[in-house]
């Protein structure tokens, strides 16, 4: 896929109907977000659902 940014469902329930579109069963990956931004990980407003960002380091990535 072409993404410019890594896109950020805001709550669980988003994640899974977006997940779905490519898959059945998606797995559904937990951001750090504050910690991360808090290290200097810059996130961007998309829409009222979904925040961008241009990386996210793994350290802040957790399996549902």
Request: avoid cysteine; proline fraction near 5%.
């Amino acid at each position: 896929m072409n993404r410019q940014y890594v896109h950020l469902s805001i709550d669980t329930d988003t994640a899974i109907q977006v997940g779905r579109r490519r898959d059945t069963t998606p797995v559904i990956l937990m951001i750090d977000a504050k910690e991360a931004n808090r290290h200097g990980v810059a996130f961007y407003k998309g829409n009222d659902k979904v925040i961008l960002a241009d990386f996210i380091p793994p350290v802040y990535i957790k399996t549902r």
